[in-house]
């Protein structure tokens, strides 16, 4: 065993590993990730680092840059490694609030963490006072193996399980020790955690094999509702509903208080697993779709997440592009809710038409940063994929547009989401943008309920039993209405 030393941001971890390995899957292992947006190659130059001990000799692309690269450096033995400042992904955990505790779960310290496809988010709490103490947020290094659910499904049957599993709960560590240097407090006094997220990311989590997930008639043989010791913390994972409808909509749904009312409404967490909730007449219709990592700044040129100087709204003024960055910092990249916004300005001003066809051969938004032909057709692909199985699951349930009351808009990605510039792309139907309400990211609020208040995890088994899920799959209706959905809509 050989250990890498880790320094970042004045702190310093350490993680131990069986050499030779790629530097970065031991970077990504232990919960730090760096994006490779050459997929690798060593062209980009943008996973730079500092690296000294017993490491391969740089290669010819490291020699061309200049510099180590963690895409390409191999680590031989011990080695220490000095990554560049982290930025702070700022808006994933949608600001966490206090939840008055009723029956917590036990200790003085706990912490709700929502494991996304895409993004984590984790919030610390105080059990005793139910005070939100701090949350931090970062990328899933898990989209260092693959962007989407069936990706990392098919790796962890080609062998990658554990890698996958040690990627997670690595990152659940590093989160938590953020956000406990954040409030003061030590990792090791966090004694209780609700850990929700999609079922897949909750079978990798807990290193159980998806194979019942990889194909028809795509039948979960687990759907959780357990407590179980991970880490040295007592950890429960809430119950999901159907293979590809996981826990993080059962706590989203106890969030909304979606069962709790009489209204026809709709929960729409458009991340990238999509997930869809309909109520009506005690009956929860429950979907998902394939909407990809774009809406999360993911597979985007100039992507990134919701970090300082990340785009995050864009606007029309006297018949220019105007832009806002996170932290009013110099332009990095766009995340989600700004490339929502700038692709609805460029239909607007007629940048873009309703095929999704541009004018130019690229949408200038700010310095170095602009929407390639390429991430149109990614926001075409997502926004076709939600709102077509928002039409199905509608027509499945016998509910129009008109009957739904609320439209609930769940997700870290839908705290910052102009519902005017999501209506005006198509992403929902544009009669439900005045009867939208924006949840944040509910999943969370709903598992630091769970932490504070252990009797509320009945309440998501009877939330679960209400479920009926409808599989889009196949289904003929699904299919012709996401045809339909690839267009925008036209002014």
Known sequence: ???????????????????????????????????????????????????????????????????????????????????????????????????????PMPGDLGAAVDIGTTTLA???????????????????????????????????????????????????????????????????????????GNTTMLYLLTGRSPEALSHAPFSADCLFDETLPLGGKTVYLPRCMHAFVGADITCAVLAAGQCESGEVSLLCDAGT?????????????????????????????????????????VWVEDGAIRVHTIGDAPAVGI???????????????????????????????????????????AVQLAKAAIAAGIETLLESAGVSEDDVRTLYIAGGFGSHLDVG????????????????????????AGAARLLLDMPEQERTRGIAALARHVDLGGNPKFNEHYMDQMFFPEE
């Open 335 to 377: 995340c989600g809710s700004g490339l929502i916004d700038a692709v609805s300005a460029a239909l607007k001003l007629g940048l873009v038409d309703e095929t999704g066809a541009m004018d130019d051969d690229d949408l200038p938004l700010s310095n170095g940063v602009a929407l390639l032909p390429k991430d149109i057709r």
């Open 421 to 444: 510039s999501a209506a005006a792309i198509g992403l929902f139907p544009a009669s439900l943008a005045g009867r939208a309400k924006v949840l944040g990211n509910a999943a969370l």
């Open 273 to 313: 697993n999509g997930e869809l909730a309909l109520w009506k007449d005690g009956v929860l219709h429950v979907t998902s779709t394939a909407a990809g990592p774009a809406f999360e700044g993911a597979g985007i040129s100039c992507g990134c997440g919701s970090v300082r100087g990340a785009i995050d709204r």
């Open 122 to 196: 984790l919030a610390l709490y105080d059990l005793r006072t139910g005070a939100a103490l701090g949350e931090a947020g970062m990328l899933n290094p898990q989209t260092a193996v693959a962007a989407d659910v069936m990706g990392r499904i098919g790796a962890a049957l080609g062998g990658r399980l554990e890698e996958m599993r040690g990627q997670v709960t690595g990152a659940v560590r590093a989160l938590l020790q953020e956000a406990c240097a954040r409030a003061g407090a030590a990792p090791e006094d966090v004694a209780s955690l609700v850990v929700t």
């Open 1 to 103: 065993m050989a250990e890498l030393t880790i320094l970042r941001s004045g702190e310093r971890f350490a993680h131990t590993f069986n050499p030779p390995r790629p530097l970065s899957d031991v970077l990504a292992e232990s919960g730090f990730v760096i994006p490779h947006p050459c997929g690798g190659r060593g062209v980009c130059g943008k996973c730079a680092v500092q690296l000294k001990g017993a490491v391969s000799p740089p290669t010819a692309e490291e020699r061309k840059a200049g510099t180590r690269l963690s895409c390409q450096a191999m680590l031989l033995g011990d080695a220490e490694v000095t990554l560049p400042e982290a930025r702070a992904m700022e808006q994933i955990a949608g600001g966490a609030r206090a939840v008055k505790p009723v029956a």
